[in-house]
């Protein structure tokens, strides 16, 4: 088989598509969340605890000089990003606990019937009850 026709194959499967509108999605999930953060999360609790900007909070390590930079660590940052990952694992979190509540429920309402023994199964079964006849 070909790469090119083995490649073509691959990517045509349709778990590669639903990957790939996922991760579209997720992107898209992700820039809203971030926005949400930034823009309406971040400022209410910066102005609870006395007007902080998040972005602002840093460590300086070295001042800057001239052209060059100061040298910072940046942890209000680090901490929008945490919020940003934790709004988005919760929702990520609603949204399975909400498809397996689904699923639970359509299992709860159809129950499987035990499939059908095998014909083998069935002759032997009545060969053995006319046996058991016979010697009674």
Do not use: C
């Not at 691959?10 to 969340?33: E, S, W």
């Amino acid at each position: 088989m070909s790469m090119m026709k083995e490649f073509k194959e691959f990517a045509m499967r349709g778990n590669v598509v639903d990957m790939a509108v996922g991760i579209v999605i997720g992107a898209a999930f992700g820039t809203i969340v971030k926005s949400f953060v930034a823009d309406v999360l971040s400022p209410p609790i910066g102005l609870l605890l006395g007007g902080v900007d998040f972005n602002q909070l840093m460590i300086i390590l070295k001042e800057a000089v001239g052209e060059t930079p100061a040298v910072s660590i940046n942890y209000g940052a680090f901490l929008m990003t945490i919020f940003d990952f934790l709004i988005i694992a919760w929702a990520i979190f609603m949204v399975i606990k909400g498809m397996n509540r689904m699923k639970r429920k359509k299992e709860e309402e159809a129950p499987a019937e035990p499939p059908a023994p095998p014909q083998e199964e069935v002759l032997l079964t009545e060969i053995r009850d006319l046996l058991k006849e016979r010697n009674a």
